[in-house]
């Protein structure tokens, strides 16, 4: 029997199945679960996918995408009368202009597939990029499998030889080979993966959780996309080794609303390896994100999951302790836990070797002006430069570059040999992120750069506080006015003080992070913000 808590859960997907907040939508979702209607509606409406639900065709307009020309899309689209919008970031940065059709994205749109739909948004579908197609460019070509951790080129194995593995080992050697490893979260953070799994463990007995955050929507990366289509096995393998270690059964995958065909993708892995019994009994439950950038960071993710707002947690307590439902839960994003069946296959030592300035190997993603935009493992620590060799250099020269999504802000060609770790970019000023590096060539429009992230930050704050709420805003109205004419003492003489407090007053990342495309673009490119 259904649980309060279950109800609550289910409410966001059941907004969904009635097809978004429609009018009286929220009130049969109410007398359906018994939460109240105002909750149903004031949970719902926060979700973009679910507040607009008029919205049929959304065109990204992350950064990849408006350098590609997604503005021609969206203007062309608004032209032809159909129903739609914007968004960011729909992780098809390689593949750009994107587009968001239902809950499916068709990559490498362009204003003639517009056309060729004839004034039926419905018929852009089939003028798109097949499903299978939606794969990008991955490499490097030819690298050894015993260099990869995530090895996007491999073939699948389903035999669950690492779960296998680890059984034997037991939970305390495979957490001390992830700790040996020195494998930190590949979400942005850097944080110790060791820590949390001993964390988890260490609590008291009852239930426990493993989460893997699917839901990364920083404009720049699409590396989860591809682990989920090219190798389910290793994230599900991951997940369930990690489960066994911390001592839980139950693993929810918490999957990105725009993600349609990787949650296909994990469908039919979870169902394989339930057929074949090779993860033993670890409960695998898929649950889909509605659109909202907030749910990547980890706590927002769990309010997602547990039917509410996704608004970040004061932290401490921190979800090792205190997390989905109150329980101990361990939380991951996709890349870090698809390291973990090499590490138990092949050792710690064999993954920290790999690395360059740290351990392990990096799923890069490279975007903007490139000759082939995509996902590359490299050794932890290459450079904008090396990575652009693998992606098969550069289109035009080399002008700035953002190493880890927006949240990085940019950074000038002389800081080309800084290498893409956490550690030396942290030292630059910036971040690594979660490595979704954006390159922009000398013909490029810095300031035009910066305005599209502070766009980007502005809508997607959840507003709970105050600095980042107005904060974002301020930014970005800001940067208009100088676009507008007025002088940079006039428009920007208050960013560093803004941005200040932005960092010292916000719960989460977002709101410290989000002044850097402007700050960091006053720093290295003074020469875009002369007056006159
Ligand atoms: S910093 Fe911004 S996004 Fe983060 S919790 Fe505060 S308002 Fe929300």
Redesign the pocket.
Known sequence: MATDRDKRAEILDRVRALGGLTPGVARQVARDTGVAEAEVFGAASFYHLLAEPDVRVRVCTGLSCELAGAGDVLARARAAGWPVGTCACLAACDRAPAVLHGRDTLAGIRPDDVDRAAGDWRALASSAVPERDWRGDVGPAGAPADRLACDLLGEPDWSGSAFARAAQLGPDAVIAEIDRAGLQGRGGAGFPAAVKWKSVRSQPDGDRFVVLNADEGEPGTFKDRELLLRRPDKVLEGLAIAAAAVGARDVYLYVRGEFGAPWRSLERAIARFAASGALADTRFHLHAGHGAY?CGEETALLEALEGKRG??RLKPPFPTEVGLWGRPTLIHNVETIACVPAIVQRGGDWFRALGKTGPGTKLYCISGHVRRPGTYELPLGVTVDELAAAAGGYVGELRAFSPGGASSGFLPARLRDTPLDFRALADAGSMLGSAGVVVLNDTADVVAAVANQLRFFEAE?????AP??IGTRFLRQALDRFRAGAGRGAALAQVADVAWQMNEG???G??QAAPLPLVSALRHFPEEFADG
Do not use: V
């Open positions: 907030i608004m970040p704050s959840c507003g709970q506080c980042c709420r916000s719960i989460c977002l709101g």
